[in-house]
């Protein structure tokens, strides 16, 4: 209501549309925005990340970019920091390009959190990496490879496919058979994906 009336000239010019609605449940497609013309500015609280990076992701209405507010950890996770990929830093690599703009402090809100958050942006959003394997082999294979997190990957995706078979793509790629799924790179796993 305060949005309404603070932005009535811009409303009734038709430069500004405010839909209340819960994001989650709100289809991308139904949302009436054109591929790669549109971008995402938003705060995000940590339990409906996920799911909104999947939705806004994987559409086939895709932003051309988003900056989002998210917690430290989940940034520092997205951009792996460490070094080590995850299923979630995967998942967003495979569509765009994140980065870490800067750090918020928990002082800076009010009341104050107990965690720091961070500002990302992902920009270069397209599904060209999707253009030799189908999302859904891709994710099946990292959602398998990343489903025991300290067995090594030949036993995780045994689930999917034959040990001598991964052995031998972990072979073709270079790779040491003892690899653990978050030591591979984004370009490794669309390889795996391709051949297994």
């Known amino acids: 209501e305060e949005l309404t ?12 549309t405010i839909l209340e609605k819960d994001i989650l449940e709100t289809n991308p497609e139904e949302l009436n925005l054109e591929k ?10 940590y339990y409906i990340t996920g799911q909104f990076l ?3 992701l994987s559409t086939k209405n895709h932003p051309s970019a988003m900056v989002l507010l998210l917690q ?13 990929e995850s299923l979630l830093s995967l ?8 980065h870490k703009i800067t750090v918020v ?16 942006a992902i920009e270069n959003i397209s599904k060209s990496f999707f253009e030799t394997i189908s999302e859904e082999r891709f994710f099946n294979t990292i959602k398998a490879a990343f489903a025991h997190k300290r067995k090594i990957l030949i ?7 034959e040990k001598e078979k991964i052995a031998d793509v972990l072979k073709e790629l270079n790779l040491p058979e003892k690899s653990r799924a978050e030591d591979l790179t984004l370009e490794n796993w ?3 994906s391709e051949r297994i």
């Open 190 to 192: 669309k390889k795996i």
């Open 54 to 56: 999947r939705n806004f």
């Open 105 to 120: 402090h928990r002082g800076s809100f009010q009341p104050a959190p107990n965690v720091d958050s961070a500002v990302i």
């Open 155 to 161: 036993s995780n995706l045994s689930e999917i496919s």
């Open 5 to 16: 009336q603070k932005f009535s000239n811009e409303i009734n010019t038709g430069t500004l």
């Open 72 to 84: 430290k950890e989940v940034v520092e996770r997205i951009i792996a920091q460490d070094k080590k």
């Open 36 to 45: 790669g013309k549109y971008k995402i500015v938003a705060n995000l609280p």
């Open 91 to 98: 998942s967003i690599k495979a569509y765009g390009t994140p």
